[in-house]
């Protein structure tokens, strides 16, 4: 069945490090693919989508480009800032599956001053 | 932008009690709604699907009985954890998609963490 990998934690940074987590799916046709942060304390929140190959997803300094040849979808951030301390989540939502998430095992993420 | 509110964030129950935990869509129709699972430093696992006037439709290995879900309006669904016992406290989410295609966004409540002694 489909599934998502991603690299586990905790990852450690310092405040204006370049940051990258790891994802890989595998999935039969052509999903949509998600990255998810989990604030301490708080629900999920979207962070950015692709939903086709070779899109290229951003918001708040994050990127990640959906790589059909390598079937990854990598999170990377030129310079961390320590309110970036959160885990994330990379999931994939398949035609198929009726819209439903299917979740990696989350990288917490601590970014130290 | 679209809220999903989950209450309450936090229960203690004893063993053999229910517990019931309420999602609503706040500013959206949600004729769809996810209820998923947490484990500490573990991911999610969907556990059930419910769908607005019909029956949900539960993962492989959740036990319907166990967990009853309703979603009798397109605001609201209801996770009820019957008989609840130590091993399934654990943090659970609700979600809902705003959009009516595969790829839209989930919007998620803030979880109820369930203590069960």
């Known amino acids: 069945g489909d599934s998502v990998t991603q690299m586990e934690g905790p990852v450690t940074l310092s405040e204006e490090a370049f940051l990258t987590i790891n994802c890989t799916y595998t999935?039969?046709?052509?999903?949509?693919l998600f990255w998810y942060v989990q604030y301490p304390g708080e629900g999920l929140q979207l962070l950015l989508k692709?939903?086709?190959?070779?899109d290229k997803g951003s918001n708040k300094g994050f990127e990640a480009t959906y790589r059909k040849e390598t079937t990854s979808f990598h999170l990377e951030k030129g310079s961390v800032q320590v309110s970036d301390s959160a885990v994330y989540f990379c999931?994939?939502?398949?035609?198929?599956?009726?819209?439903?998430?299917?979740f990696g095992q989350g990288t917490e993420l601590s970014v130290k001053p | 932008g679209a809220v999903v509110s989950q209450h309450p964030s936090w229960v203690i129950c004893k063993s053999g009690t229910s517990v019931k935990i309420e999602c609503r869509s706040l500013d959206f129709q949600a004729t769809t709604m996810f209820w998923y699972r947490q484990f500490p430093k573990q991911s999610l696992m969907l556990m059930a699907t419910s769908n607005e006037g019909s029956k949900a439709t539960y993962e492989q290995g959740v036990e319907k009985d166990k967990f009853l879900i309703n979603h009798a309006s397109l605001t609201l669904s209801t996770l009820t954890v019957t008989s609840a016992h130590p091993e399934d406290s654990s943090f659970y989410i609700c979600?809902?998609?705003?959009?009516?295609?595969?790829?839209?966004?989930?919007?998620f409540g803030n979880g109820t963490r369930l203590t069960v002694t």
């Open positions: 999935a039969t046709g052509y999903p949509s």
């Open positions: 692709a939903t086709k190959a070779d």
């Open positions: 979600s809902a998609p705003t959009g009516g295609t595969y790829n839209s966004p989930l919007h």
């Open positions: 999931a994939l939502s398949a035609l198929n599956q009726g819209g439903k998430l299917i």
